[in-house]
T-cell receptor, first 118, second 108 residues
Framework: EVQLLESGGGLVQPGGSLRLSCAAS????????MSWVRQAPGKGLEWVSA??????????AVSVKGRFTISRDNSKNTLYLQMNSLRAEDTALYYC?????FGRGDYWGQGTLVTVSS | DVHLTQSPSSLSASVGDRVTITCRAS??????LNWFQHKSGKAPELLIY???TLQSGVPSRFSGSGSGTDFTLTISSLQPEDSATYYC??????????FGGGTKVEIK
């Protein structure tokens, strides 16, 4: 059974940092590009970041570029999102998914909630 | 970057109705267009990939069509459990892998 389990969310002050993790199981993790997607309260889905299967290529949305860094450890079947200089507008439910260029996104986690507030 | 425009942004229909949602891309995405169903508090679910291929396990009342810049998601006979928000998303070429703005479907 395929599972993606996000963790690391929580309450953080503006300007603070968080590191999200996504533990994968049940599929050949290293064969898939992966993405982080978020949904802010009352808003739609927003693609945030993506990484190639071997980790060599990374991409970030303009809204997070320079503040967020996506990475992966294929030996641990885990995807990460390092979030720095957090802003109130980063408050959202963050999902990991097997989304990449020309991909499908048929595997999603249940999400981890990030709240940026003083 | 590719921009995806969905319409309508919301709709209300009765059980058994045929529902159509459109997604227009600002430039061609070939057939690299996915459709997702998202219910509040749950993970998004892939319905259609490659514009018209039904994901395994998804009811056959869902169908997708289109290529290039114009795409359609159709629910042939709306069911109560179809109440959700629907998103198109492209995966053509390098990211950003944009989502459409979403269409909220309500049951009358």
């Amino acid at each position: 059974e395929v599972q993606l389990l996000e963790s690391g969310g929580g309450l953080v002050q503006p300007g603070g940092s968080l590191r999200l993790s996504c533990a994968a199981s049940g599929f050949a993790f290293s064969n898939y590009a992966m993405s982080w997607v978020r949904q802010a309260p009352g808003k739609g889905l927003e693609w945030v970041s993506a990484i190639s299967g071997n980790g060599e290529k990374t991409f970030h949305a303009v809204s997070v570029k320079g503040r967020f860094t996506i990475s992966r450890d294929n030996s641990k079947n885990t995807l990460y999102l390092q979030m720095n200089s957090l802003r109130a507008e980063d408050t959202a439910l963050y999902y990991c998914a097997n989304l990449g260029s020309f991909g499908r996104g048929d595997y999603w986690g249940q999400g981890t909630l990030v709240t940026v507030s003083s | 970057d590719v921009h995806l425009t969905q319409s309508p942004s919301s709709l209300s229909a009765s059980v058994g109705d045929r529902v159509t949602i459109t997604c227009r891309a600002s430039q061609t995405v070939s057939t690299y267009l996915n459709w997702f169903q998202h219910k509040s508090g749950k993970a998004p679910e892939l319905l259609i990939y490659a514009a018209s291929t039904l994901q395994s396990g998804v009811p056959s009342r869902f169908s997708g069509s289109g290529s290039g810049t114009d795409f359609t998601l159709t629910i042939s006979s709306l069911q109560p459990e179809d109440s959700a928000t629907y998103y198109c998303q492209h995966t053509y070429g390098a990211p950003p892998l944009t989502f459409g703005g979403g269409t909220k479907v309500e049951i009358k």
